[in-house]
């Protein structure tokens, strides 16, 4: 072979590996077309990959960071995690404090262009941050729990749509369209939870719970939250703050305190004994119910069970909310770590 022989042929390879990638990033124009084509996104909690998933559909690759049935308020990502983060274009947390170590590492490990969009805190003004038993304003960290408020998730939606339109070229109908969707479904919950509600006496709407996780629902939706037995360093309160626990559990006369599928609480059945209530203790406020892939694995569906069981433990009728089906308005191809 001669030398020009060998360069002729090299020249012509290099043609077709360069009409190779040229062909391949055509599908850039229509996201959606191959993996390596899509906007690639990291999520946190579980419901916030739900509902970035019920907008972006098929032309986002998404990614769930936090495993289900772990503690997100604590949990710190294994050092694999900033293997995806150093991939993706965009990173959606919750924020108002949620997740420091994820967003540390992500600041640390994205490349760049890649943004982190904080959804809650760009819901929400500092002046509306819910500060609680939980979540004392002395410890510096707000209740973060706003996606538990159909309110709130809509914001987010929101903000999900406007934020992936302008990444994803020709993307925006088609977000619009999903978000649009999302919110005819979310108003139709939205009535659903209030018919509900309103068959038990304002007065009875009382939340004890284990975890905090409901005080922004509790203020749109009319409930008060009486008392949280986890106090803000996630351990199990004092024999003294459980005596004064029962004789409130008492005096407010609850049919029903309530704990949450994630933290086993020996406490709070004890204070459900004592006192002489029911301890339902199925509440969840990240664990999305059944498999990846079943339409109650969603962040409806997640709401729709909580709301159900509170409504029926207070002795409330939860008919509107049964005929209500909740689930995702677009396929889920989202990745959730179990
Ligand atoms: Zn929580």
Known sequence: MTATLRTKRLTALAAIVAMTILAAGCGDDDAGSGDGDRLSVATTVAPITSIVANIGGDRVKITGIVPEGTNSHTFEPKPSVAELLSQVDVLYVNGLKLEEPTKELAERTMKGGAD????????????????????????GKPNP?????????????QIVRNDLSKRVPDGGAYFKANYDRFKAKIDAFDRAMRTSFATIPRAERKLLTYHDAYAYFAKDYGWDVIGAIQ?????????????????????????????????????????????DVKYVDVL???????????????????????????????????????????GDVVPDTAEYPQ
Request: charged share 25%.
């Open 116 to 139: 982190i969009v904080e959804l809650g805190t760009r819901s929400i003004p500092a002046s509306e941050y819910a500060y609680d038993f939980s979540f004392p304003k002395s410890g």
């Open 284 to 326: 969840r406020d990240d664990d999305l119910p059944g498999e990846p892939g079943e339409p109650e694995h969603s962040w409806m569906g997640l709401m729709h069970f909580d709301f159900v069981t509170m409504t029926e433990a207070m002795g409330g009728d939860a008919s509107a909310l049964k005929a209500f089906k909740p």
């Open 231 to 275: 106090v803000s360093d996630f351990e199990d309160p004092t024999a003294k703050e459980v005596a004064a626990l029962i004789d409130q559990v008492r005096e407010t006369k609850v049919p029903a305190i309530f704990g949450s599928e994630v933290f086993p609480s020996p406490v709070l059945e004890q204070i459900g004994k004592e006192a």
């Open 145 to 157: 729990h706003l996606w538990t408020d159909p309110l709130y998730a809509l914001r987010y939606a």
